[in-house]
């Protein structure tokens, strides 16, 4: 289990258990991570409130994401404003342009599965 509390943004938060987003959350939360939720609907994730919109949050660590490509362009300037020290893109997510965004800002993007790196040990 990790010691560092990280906090963590998940952009795609859903209160369905089957969705990977979902899967992420509650592992995160087993790991001892801070999460913060954001989706399309509001909602709770483990006693955690999924909020909508783009609300403005402080110290964040890692934003995972959990939305397509063709739906993250009003993201860009949302997720950087957040000054993440990294975004991950989990399977499906990949993004170039966004990428590229994220780098030139000084924010590390990595194509990964947020599931994965914690059971692995690498989160």
């Not at 969705?19 to 483990?46: C, F, K, M, P």
């Not at 609300?55 to 964040?60: E, G, R």
């Amino acid at each position: 289990m990790s010691t560092s509390r990280k906090k963590t943004v998940v952009i795609g938060a859903t209160e369905n258990p089957a969705r990977y987003a979902n899967q992420a959350t509650r592992s995160l939360l087993r790991y001892g991570h801070d999460v913060e939720l954001i989706g399309l609907r509001a909602g709770t994730v483990a006693g955690h409130t999924i909020q909508t919109g783009q609300p403005m949050l402080d110290d964040v660590d890692t934003v995972t994401l959990y939305v397509g490509p063709q739906n993250q362009a009003n993201l860009y300037d949302y997720v950087k404003a957040m000054k993440p020290r990294r975004v991950i893109f989990n399977p499906g997510t990949e993004n170039p342009t966004f990428e590229r965004e994220l780098q030139q800002a000084g924010i590390e993007p990595i194509e990964a599965c947020t599931l994965v790196m914690l059971s692995v040990g690498n989160y």
